[in-house]
């Protein structure tokens, strides 16, 4: 017999996943640079040429035996000590090594989080517009995923709407800003009203609630803003980082949880991840990731090209007739469809060779996602295809 509940899963495959697989069966038969496939996350600028002497440094200079060896259960210390002190340094924070969990990126940190933090039967919130991954990361510990509604105006949080669903099941509440796919940048204020709204519900209800921060965007943010650090605003705060769109690395599967240290439990639910790793196999990211990542924490890729690509689709989308918020940072970008089923929209897109992405399984109907971490020459060349498939399919004058 097999697990049913892994079976049944075969069904519900990731939606951008099969269009992006769907975008290369395409691009072989017509070409890629044809196929405007505007599906799969995948950051399109090089990572720092730091990063590439720091491998090298690393693969020349290192002693292989601790270059290739066992990195110990919760990380490697010096790695540790590094990352705590890039975030004291950035954020005005007070994190110590025994704060830091080095992990497998952004969605391991999660499922640790998730694991230190729940028990089966609680309720985790969160806010739609969500990555869809978030059901299963928090279905498989046993807690139940609820969503709470968005408000499309801004992709902010519907406070009242969050407040009336946070009951005394609620073991956590998970929120991801710059948000993947609205590109939404919760601001201070919002931050500050969440924080507060917690505080009142677990002095209230006599347990914990604890706010899982999932920030692979965190340093992708436009117009010289810049993202509040979450765990500044709220004690029992777990950051789950990954070094994937900041560094451009996402194939190197690297980043770490941070245990805001006014938690009183800070340093025991790091040690608790270590045993949580030994349940699901997680058993440390790699040494040579962890030391090479070490020695840029505080550089990135060069966003502006994604900058360039926002202001180019949105230009061209509200000027076709397109609901759309102006997103703040990532690089996607979060329209309204042009009639009730985004995902009729969709097919009808790729009739024109347009890949992009129906929301329902983002918990927002009726609005689709573009992925805009693609080339500037692409996305010029996609904007008068893009307005032939709005006259052609919608009758509009564009």
């Known amino acids: 017999m097999i697990a049913e509940q892994y079976r049944s899963m075969l069904g519900q495959k990731s939606v951008i996943r099969q269009l992006s697989e769907a975008a290369g069966r395409r691009a072989q038969q017509i070409g890629a640079e044809n196929v405007f496939d505007y599906s799969l996350g995948n950051p399109s600028v090089p990572a720092p040429e ?42 005005d924070m007070e994190y110590g090594p025994e704060h830091i969990f080095p992990v497998s990126a952004a969605a391991a940190a999660i ?10 039967g609680d309720e985790v919130l969160t806010f739609a517009p969500f990555f869809p991954e978030y059901h299963p990361y928090v279905e498989l510990t046993g807690a139940k995923l ?13 406070f009242d709407a969050f407040e009336k669903m946070l009951g005394p099941k ?32 677990a002095a209230e209800y006599g347990h914990d609630i604890f706010l899982i921060s999932d920030e692979p965007y965190r340093e992708i943010v436009f117009d010289g803003q810049t993202q509040p650090y979450v765990s500044k605003f709220y004690r029992n705060t777990i950051s ?80 076709c007739g397109f609901e759309v918020v102006k997103p703040q940072g990532t690089f996607y970008i979060f329209p309204k469809a042009l009639e009730e089923d985004a ?21 927002c109907p009726g609005y689709f996602r573009m992925a805009y971490c693609v080339g500037t020459e692409k996305v010029e060349r996609s904007l008068p295809v893009l307005r032939r498939f709005v006259r052609e399919t919608y009758g509009r004058q564009v």
């Open 170 to 201: 609620v073991a956590a509440v998970l929120v991801n800003t710059p948000n993947n796919p609205s590109g939404a940048v919760y601001s201070a204020a919002t931050l500050a009203r969440l924080a507060e709204l917690m505080e009142k519900k």
């Open 240 to 319: 789950c980082y990954s070094f994937s769109k900041a560094l451009s690395i996402p194939g190197e599967r690297i980043g770490y949880l941070a245990v805001n240290p006014a938690c009183p439990e800070a340093a025991e639910i790091v040690n608790m991840c270590g045993q949580i790793s030994r349940g699901i196999g997680h058993n440390c990211p790699s040494s040579l990731m962890q030391l090479a990542v070490a020695r840029v924490l505080d550089q990135t890729a060069d966003f502006s090209v994604y900058e360039k690509n926002r202001n180019l689709l949105y230009d061209c989308l509200t000027d």
């Open 146 to 158: 609820r969503v709470v509604p968005a408000d499309t105006t801004s992709f902010q949080i519907d």
């Open 50 to 91: 730091a990063f590439r002497r720091a491998l090298l440094s690393l693969v020349e200079e290192e002693d292989p035996m601790r270059l290739h060896g066992y990195s110990p259960t919760l990380g490697i210390p010096s790695v540790k000590k590094a990352i705590a002190d890039s975030l004291n340094r950035r954020f």
């Open 111 to 120: 499922a640790h989080a998730l694991r230190a933090v729940t028990c089966p």
């Open 343 to 363: 995902a009729a929209f969709c097919r009808k897109a790729l009739d024109y060779d347009l890949v992009l992405v129906p929301a329902d399984s983002f918990g």
